[in-house]
Structures are given as structure tokens and as C-alpha cells.
């Protein structure tokens, strides 16, 4: 059962904004939504969680909508190092929160 | 840096035979996770421990084995091993959470890239 929904890739250019969503229909009230970037051969690396609304840091936003079924993860003016793959994760519900999905990803391409 | 080490960084053994892959978590951590991440295939969650205790295990094989040990270093054992087994492992650690509402932020290390011959 998966847990989590994301497009397998997208495609964007440099200077671009670029918007993930993730769609996580079963998402429980305690859950957080988090996403994370890996590049290839490394480990993933944190990037924004949030509970409701929106939330920004220095790297991106994320937008979580009232019913918090899904949410968008929006990098602003891509560059080429964006250039990963961008794994939207929540928790598991049915193990008291203890097990957590990272689902197959998006892999983002950005170009010249 | 994410401040979590794994140890080693390559190994490669044969078919049949027994690793041990260990991680350090980032100071102050009390969880530690593994995930198992084959070749252009996500990250698939193992096993959970917090402060030593079993939390959760996910798609971890019998074969597959894990603890923490009262420093919070983690080990994970892989028996009798199987082309299949070879992937890269990653361990990852958090603050952890006692209840409420939980944050999910982990830190992960390096991997150790595991071939089975």
C-alpha cells in the first residue's frame, strides 16, 4: 500500500520555479509532511516539513492545503545542482508512527 | 556533513557469507533508522531503534538483523548472503519522539555500498 503519490519525473530550466506535489490521501492527524533531495550515491538530505498551511525556509516552500491530503513542495529559481531526486515522506499511522515510507520519488531535471 | 557516520563505505563478499555494517548517530540522537536502497530504486525502510529498543521494522528480511547498543551505535547484520542483498545501506538518526505530535527530520549518513559477488 503506498503511502505517498508523486509524478516519477519532471523536466524544468534553469531560473524556473518548480512545483512537487505529493498526494498522501491517508495522512493522520499527527503526521508532519516532510521532503527530502537526494543526489546519486548519497544519503538524503532534509529540506522542509510542515503540518498545515505553508512554511518557507531558505531552500523552499511548502504548501499544505486544509485537508492536508496533499502538498507542494515549490523551489524557486531552479539551478542545475537542484538537479535529484525529491522524496516526500509521512508517517505510518498503523505502527504508532514508528515506520516511514519515502515512496519512489520525483526526479527532478533541470537544464542548461 | 549530516554528522552520522557509517562504517565501512564499500564491502564486497561473496554469496553466503556475513557483514556487519555499523553507524554512529549525530550526537544527542536516540533513533536510529536503516533503510536499504537498491540500484534506481527508492529508499526502503528496515527497522527503527530508539534508545536501544526495537521501535518498528519494515520489509527487513529474516536473514537481516539489527541493535543498539547502550552508546546508540547501531549495527546491522546481513546473513547468508544473496546477489540481491547488494545495494547501498543507510542509517539515519533523529532526536526521536516520546508522543504527541511528531517531526520526522532525520539525518543521514554516507551509506555503505554493499556488493555481493
Known amino acids: 500500500l503506498a503511502k505517498t503519490t508523486q509524478p516519477i519525473s519532471m523536466d524544468s530550466y534553469e531560473g524556473q520555479e518548480v512545483n512537487i506535489t505529493c498526494s498522501h490521501n491517508?495522512?493522520?492527524?499527527?503526521?508532519?509532511i516532510t521532503w527530502y533531495q537526494q543526489f546519486p550515491s548519497q544519503g538524503p538530505r532534509f529540506i522542509i516539513q510542515?503540518?498545515?498551511t505553508k512554511v518557507t525556509n531558505e531552500v523552499a516552500s511548502l504548501f499544505i492545503p486544509a485537508d492536508r491530503k496533499s502538498s507542494t513542495l515549490s523551489l524557486p529559481r531552479v539551478s542545475l545542482s537542484d538537479t535529484a531526486v525529491y522524496y516526500c515522506?509521512?508517517?505510518?499511522?498503523?505502527?504508532?508512527?514508528?515506520?516511514?515510507?519515502f515512496g519512489s520519488g520525483t526526479k527532478l531535471n533541470v537544464k542548461p | 556533513d549530516s554528522g552520522v557516520t557509517q562504517t565501512p563505505k564499500h564491502l564486497i563478499t561473496a554469496t553466503g557469507q556475513r557483514v556487519t555494517l555499523r553507524c554512529s548517530p549525530r550526537?544527542?540522537?536516540?533513533?536510529v533508522y536503516w533503510y536499504q536502497q537498491s540500484l534506481d530504486q527508492g529508499l526502503q525502510f528496515l527497522i527503527h531503534?530508539?534508545?536501544?529498543?526495537?521501535?518498528a521494522k519494515g520489509n527487513i528480511l529474516e536473514r537481516f538483523s539489527a541493535q543498539q547498543f547502550p552508546d546508540l551505535h547501531s549495527e546491522l547484520n546481513l546473513s547468508s548472503l544473496e546477489l540481491g542483498d547488494s545495494a547501498l545501506y543507510f542509517c539515519?538518526?533523529?532526536?526521536?519522539?516520546?508522543?504527541?505530535?511528531?517531526?520526522?527530520?532525520?539525518?543521514f549518513g554516507p551509506g555503505t555500498r554493499l556488493t555481493v559477488t
Open positions: 550526537s544527542g540522537d536516540l533513533s
Open positions: 510542515g503540518y498545515k
Open positions: 515522506l509521512v508517517g505510518d499511522r498503523e505502527d504508532n508512527f514508528n515506520k516511514f515510507y
Open positions: 531503534y530508539y534508545n536501544g529498543e526495537e521501535r
Open positions: 539515519a538518526s533523529s532526536v526521536g519522539s516520546s508522543g504527541g505530535q511528531y517531526s520526522y527530520e532525520q539525518y
Open positions: 491517508n495522512i493522520a492527524t499527527n503526521d508532519y
